[in-house]
């Protein structure tokens, strides 16, 4: 059974930081293309950062390029997005998703992953 469980979302004032953490089980992280995305309210989910399954391909919405890293330890079977200058318009849940099928693509597409986590809240103030 695969779970990927997010973790480091919270409060934060515009222009700090927060990392959030997803901790994958049932599945090897080094051998799939994970991605973070986020859905605020009334909003459709948008594609957010994804990194290939070597981890040698990244990907970044335009909205938050320069300010976010995607990065992953295998060996932890985790996946991270630190985020940093956050603005108020970065406030939404972050959801991780894993893409099984995707090979060695990076897909911005939320109907081509397979599974996703709960979800971490990240509040930005302004």
């Known amino acids: 059974q695969v779970q990927l469980v997010e973790s480091g979302g919270g409060s934060v004032q515009a222009g700090g930081s927060l990392r959030l953490s997803c901790a994958a089980s049932?599945?090897?992280?080094?051998?799939?293309?994970m991605g973070w995305f986020r859905q605020a309210p009334g909003k459709e989910r948008e594609f957010v950062s994804g990194?290939?399954?070597?981890?040698?391909?990244?990907a970044y919405a335009d909205s938050v390029k320069g300010r976010f890293t995607i990065s992953r330890d295998n060996a932890k079977n985790t996946v991270y997005l630190q985020m940093s200058s956050l603005k108020s318009e970065d406030t939404a849940v972050y959801y991780c998703?894993?893409?099984?099928?995707?090979?060695?693509?990076?897909?911005?597409?939320?109907?081509?992953?397979?599974?996703w986590g709960q979800g971490t809240q990240v509040t930005v103030s302004s």
């Open positions: 049932g599945l090897m992280t080094s051998m799939h293309a």
């Open positions: 998703a894993a893409d099984i099928w995707g090979g060695s693509d990076i897909r911005r597409d939320a109907d081509e992953y397979d599974y």
């Open positions: 990194d290939s399954w070597s981890g040698r391909s990244t």
